[in-house]
């Protein structure tokens, strides 16, 4: 494998730096996954992640290029927001939707290579979605943990809450009732007690909370009835209805799962139900958001893997004539 360090400019002429990992070339298929970076952490992605998923994929002859958006780790420009929810709204509208293009510009001039496999955790995901939707070099999605909603700060960290949020919830605040801390948060005004009180009304059976979907939702045009993202609908049937694949893997203890299947999936299920083969929901039980434990690394590759070299044909992906499985603790540049 050979670890290039580059750096390339973005469209507005930013530089932004990354790394290229190359297969060798008498393995190589022609086709790059861009592993894209999540919020605001740069290159490398939590705990070395995207290395590891270098060091698994590059031996199976894919191209891999990871690299820092601008305003982040070592590329170039700033960030102008001041609350860290509104880079997250602005990741998840898009903002990085034009690098992640240059990034393919540039990479189609310096290698040759046109076809791409947009993969990330997080926002890298939105991210990759995003710019499939207006992008068809991208020929398969790969997201980790991807967010269905718009960040919308502490203060509305309540509102929104899903019914699987409330229900992981529920077990927590349940510990706390024999704590005199928790108590003296509760009586001094500290507490959340719209969240207090949705758990309790959940638990009475009397109501659900304002994010519960109904059993028939709008379309993916019509605005959403609470903190859902607009443009995830949008682009996810764009690109499965162009016939490009999707895999979607989500974290069994995270709640963007809850919030794809209540905010989502629930509100399109007879139109998902029309395209089922052409995508797929991966779950890995126990889970984290950032896939800190080893085993759930390879267990979230040993899938995704197989996900690549069975429906990702399309993308030139003709498996090599042997291919090797590395270990997952990858060296190389950051």
């Given at each position: 494998?050979?670890?290039?360090?580059?750096?390339?400019?973005?469209?507005?002429?930013?530089?932004l730096s990354?790394?290229?990992?190359?297969?060798?070339?008498?393995a190589a298929?022609?086709?790059?996954?861009?592993?894209?970076?999540?919020g605001?952490?740069?290159?490398?992605?939590?705990?070395?992640?995207?290395?590891?998923?270098?060091?698994?994929?590059?031996?199976?002859?894919?191209?891999?290029?990871?690299?820092?958006?601008?305003?982040?780790g070592d590329?170039?420009?700033?960030?102008?927001?001041?609350?860290?929810a509104?880079?997250?709204?602005g990741v998840?509208?898009?903002?990085?939707?034009?690098?992640t293009?240059?990034?393919?510009?540039?990479?189609?001039?310096?290698?040759?290579?046109?076809?791409?496999?947009?993969?990330?955790?997080?926002g890298?995901?939105?991210?990759g979605?995003?710019?499939?939707?207006?992008?068809?070099?991208?020929?398969?999605?790969?997201?980790?943990g991807?967010?269905?909603?718009?960040?919308?700060?502490?203060?509305?960290?309540?509102?929104y809450?899903?019914r699987?949020?409330?229900?992981?919830?529920?077990?927590?605040?349940l510990?706390?009732?024999?704590?005199?801390?928790?108590?003296?948060?509760?009586?001094?005004?500290?507490?959340?007690?719209?969240?207090?009180w949705?758990?309790?009304?959940?638990?009475?059976g009397?109501g659900t909370?304002?994010?519960?979907?109904?059993?028939r939702?709008?379309?993916?045009?019509a605005?959403?009835p609470?903190?859902?993202?607009?443009?995830?609908?949008?682009?996810f049937?764009?690109?499965?209805?162009?016939?490009?694949?999707?895999?979607?893997?989500?974290s069994g203890?995270?709640?963007?799962?809850?919030?794809?299947?209540?905010?989502?999936?629930?509100?399109?299920?007879?139109?998902?139900?029309a395209?089922?083969?052409?995508?797929?929901?991966?779950?890995?039980?126990?889970?984290?958001?950032?896939?800190?434990?080893?085993?759930?690394?390879?267990?979230m590759?040993?899938?995704s893997?197989?996900?690549?070299?069975?429906?990702?044909?399309?993308a030139?992906?003709?498996?090599?004539?042997?291919?090797?499985?590395?270990?997952?603790?990858?060296?190389?540049?950051?």
């Open positions: 494998m050979r670890v290039t360090p580059v750096a390339f400019p973005n469209r507005d002429g930013l530089q990354g790394v290229v990992h190359e297969p060798d070339p008498q298929r022609g086709v790059c996954v861009l592993l894209l970076s999540p605001i952490k740069g290159r490398v992605g939590p705990h070395r992640l995207y290395l590891k998923m270098a060091a698994r994929l590059v031996p199976l002859g894919y191209h891999v290029l990871r690299f820092d958006y601008h305003g982040l590329s170039a420009g700033e960030l102008a927001e001041r609350v860290l509104d880079v997250y709204c998840q509208n898009g903002r990085y939707v034009d690098d293009r240059a990034a393919m510009d540039w990479f189609g001039r310096e290698y040759g290579v046109e076809r791409f496999v947009a993969s990330g955790l997080c890298g995901a939105i991210s979605l995003l710019a499939a939707a207006v992008d068809d070099r991208i020929q398969a999605v790969w997201c980790l991807v967010p269905v909603t718009f960040d919308g700060g502490q203060e509305n960290w309540g509102k809450l899903t699987g949020q409330l229900d992981d919830l529920k077990g927590a605040y510990r706390k009732v024999a704590s005199p801390r928790a108590w003296g948060r509760f009586l001094s005004g500290r507490s959340s007690y719209e969240v207090i949705k758990i309790v009304r959940r638990m009475l009397r909370p304002a994010a519960s979907p109904p059993a939702g709008p379309g993916p045009d605005p959403p609470d903190n859902a993202n607009p443009k995830f609908a949008s682009s049937f764009a690109v499965v209805e162009s016939g490009r694949p999707v895999l979607l893997v989500f203890g995270d709640r963007l799962g809850w919030e794809f299947d209540e905010k989502f999936a629930a509100r399109h299920g007879e139109r998902l139900a395209l089922q083969d052409r995508f797929e929901v991966f779950t890995i039980e126990g889970a984290n958001h950032i896939l800190s434990d080893r085993r759930w690394v390879e267990q590759l040993d899938h893997v197989a996900w690549l070299e069975r429906d990702c044909r399309s030139g992906a003709s498996a090599p004539a042997e291919a090797s499985r590395p270990d997952v603790v990858a060296p190389g540049p950051a």
